[in-house]
């Protein structure tokens, strides 16, 4: 999992951290902002799923 958190954070596609829910490390997201659209959202999704691909 923390290779996904550094590998998304380190690409600049969206700032994503860690966590634990009930017992089992998770990654977090937040969108705080109005101004993101469906867009960077479909990025920010396709970026992390290449970088899980990619590590796991």
């Known amino acids: 999992m923390d290779r996904i958190i550094k590998g998304v954070q380190g690409s600049g596609a969206c700032w994503l951290g860690g966590s634990k829910w009930n ?3 998770v990654i ?7 101004k993101t ?3 960077d959202i ?3 999704v396709k ?3 290449r970088i899980a691909e990619s590590v796991c």
């Not at 977090?28 to 109005?34: A, F, G, P, Q």
């Open 23 to 25: 017992w089992k490390s």
């Open 28 to 34: 977090r997201v937040s969108v705080s902002s109005y």
């Open 37 to 39: 659209t469906y867009e």
């Open 42 to 44: 479909d990025m920010s």
């Open 47 to 49: 970026e992390i799923m």
